[in-house]
C-alpha cells in the first residue's frame, strides 16, 4: 500500500471522528446522550406513571359508575353499591391511597432523576470529559435540563389531570373537602408545578453536594419541611371570611361543602373557655360559662351543645369558599415555580463556577 493511500485513510477516519463529535455537540447527540445515562430511569418512571393514569382512570369510571346506581345520590348505607364503595382495599381505600402516592411522587423525581443529573458526573469524575467536548458546559447543562424537563412536565401534567379527575369524583361520593390538607395538594395542576420544582431542586443539591446519598437525604428532608409548610399555611393565604353563628343557624359550609374550615370549634377544659361570646366580641369566659350552666364541672356529651342553646350563645366561625380554591392553587404553583428558578439559578451559578480539572 503506498503512502497516498495510507494518508487518504488517517483522513479519512480523522473526519469521521470530527464529524461524530459535531453530532454529539448538536441536539441529536444531547438527546442520546441523555437517553444513554437516564434510560432506565426514565423507562422505570413512564411505566410508573402509566400504571397510575391506567389505574385512576379505572378507579373514577367504576366509582362513577357505582354512583349513577345510586340515581347520581350518595349511596345509602347497607345498599350493594355502599358497601362495593367502602369494602376492604374498595375503591374509595383505593383513590386515597392512590392520592397519598401522588402527592410523593415529586419526590421521587427529584430524587430519581433530579439529583443524579450532576451529582452522578462528579462522583463518577465524567464532566471533565462531558464538557471538553465541542458542547460547552452551559450548554450541556440547560439542554439536558430542558430535555429532562420537559419529560418530567409531561408526567407531572398526565398525573395531574388524571387525580383531579379522581379527587371530585372521590369528593361528590364520599362528601370530603376539596380544601382539606390531603386533597388540595393532589388537585389543579399543583403535581405538575411541584415534580418540575424538585427536579430543579434535586438538580442543585446534586451540583453542590456532589455526592448522590447525602443530597438525596437533602432533598427528602426538604420536602418534607415544604409539604408542612404548605399544610400548615395554606388555608390563611388570603383572610378567611368570618361570621358569628347562633346554634340553629347552619354553617356557611352547608351548601358549599367544598369549603374549608379554618376554626370555628368551641373547646372547653379545666379552668378554660374559648370561642363562645354572649354577643359579637364580647367571649364568655369560664366562670361566665359555670355561672350559665353549673352542671358543666361534670359534663356529659349533649351537656355542651344544650348550654350553648339553652343560653342563645354565639360561636366564631373563620372558613375558605371553595370559589378561592383556583386563586390558592395559582399562589402554592407560583411558589413552586419559584422554588424551581431559585434552584436552576443556583445550578447555573456553580456550573459556571466548576473548577473542571477537579472533574
Partial sequence: MSALTHRSLAAN??????????????????????????????????????????????LSIDMMSLY???????????????????????????AEILALVVQYTPLLIGVFIGVPV??????????????????????????????LGLFVAALGAALAAVTDHLAHVHATIVGNSLFGDSVFPVTGMLPLASSVCW?????ALGAAIRRTLPAIFGIIAAFIGVMLGIQWRYPTLMKPLSLYLHPDQPSPLVSDHNGLVVDG????????ASNLFHSPGHEVTYADLLRMC?????????????????????????????????VFHLIVASGYLGLAAVALAAVWLIVRRTNLSAG
Fill in 265 to 272: 370549634l368551641i373547646q372547653i377544659g379545666p379552668d378554660s
Fill in 118 to 147: 450532576l451529582a452522578r458526573e462528579h462522583e463518577q469524575r465524567t464532566l471533565l470529559l462531558a464538557w471538553s467536548q465541542d458542547v460547552s458546559p452551559v450548554r450541556w447543562l440547560w439542554t439536558k435540563l430542558a430535555l
Fill in 199 to 203: 427536579f430543579a431542586v434535586g438538580v
Fill in 68 to 94: 349513577h346506581q345510586c340515581h347520581d345520590t350518595r349511596c345509602p348505607p347497607y345498599s350493594p353499591q355502599y358497601a362495593a364503595l367502602f369494602a376492604d382495599y374498595g375503591p374509595i381505600l383505593q
Fill in 294 to 326: 353549673p352542671d358543666l364541672s361534670n359534663p356529659s356529651g349533649s351537656m355542651i351543645p344544650d348550654c350553648v342553646a339553652r343560653n342563645d350563645l354565639l360561636t366564631y366561625v373563620t372558613y375558605q369558599p371553595s370559589s378561592r380554591i383556583p
Fill in 13 to 58: 477516519r480523522r473526519n469521521r471522528r470530527e464529524s461524530t463529535t459535531r453530532r454529539a455537540g448538536g441536539v441529536a447527540g444531547m438527546v442520546w446522550l441523555t437517553w444513554r445515562q437516564h434510560r432506565w430511569t426514565l423507562l422505570g418512571s413512564l411505566v410508573l406513571t402509566l400504571v397510575l393514569v391506567g389505574w385512576m382512570t379505572y
